[in-house]
């Protein structure tokens, strides 16, 4: 239903290429809007031209992240009601990586890292040995799950001062992965892995103040997992000093 008494004042980011600057649109108040519809709105009315990224609409995928009002969200999962401030939007892209065009950022720097992180798996079977049993009440398992649920969004990414600060600094999501596959007993890389994350921009450049866990709309906790890192990292040091 689309309420026409009402309008939102919207300022996006557009970037054709270097020239980048705020534009405002006016687009209609509408019941139950997320900040996607607003940006699609404005993309199939106004202007065209203006990219942008989003695949499922329903928070699955991870691709459509933005910053709204200067603080980093899913936009297709969050409300107009929960975010604007007096009928006004301020939309960006992702803070901590470099812009394509528009909102669209290049993801490239967020996934190198989880390889730099080696938040891969590594198998220690192959395909012809049976398959490992895992039990649902299984510590390790239990602490994986806690990490699990990642859908790569880099909103915590965004929302990492350290990051912002150091651009070596693995960050959030990747530290993450690899916390849950420390946890993951069928893994054969686990030596490889404790020192990638501790290495110069690994683990203990986190400052433990949560911004990604505040922001991560999945509800994790990668200051929990990072916490994690650091006492494995240093256990492994001791263990290579006797
Ligand atoms: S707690 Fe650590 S990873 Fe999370 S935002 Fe802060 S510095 Fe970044
Ligand atoms: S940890 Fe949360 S915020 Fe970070 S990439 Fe994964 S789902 Fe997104
Ligand atoms: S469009 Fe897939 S998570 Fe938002």
Redesign the pocket.
Known sequence: MVDTETFLDVSIWRDQGGDGHFETYQVPRLANQTILDVVSWVQQHIDPTLSYRFACRVGMC?SCAMMVNGEPRWTCRTHVKKVVVEDCLEIAPLRNLPVIKDLVVDMDPFFDKWVAANAVFEPSRTRDDPMAPITPDDPMRIVADGAIE????????AACDVVAANPEYLG??AL?RSWSLVNDSRDAGQAQRLHAVSAGGGCHNCHSQQS?AK????E?N?TLSISGLKRATLKSLLRWDR
């Not at 990642?150 to 990414?157: D, F, G, S």
């Open positions: 991870g990642c859908i790569n969004c880099a909103v915590c990414y959030p999501a993450n990604c922001f991560c709309p999945n994790l990668p």
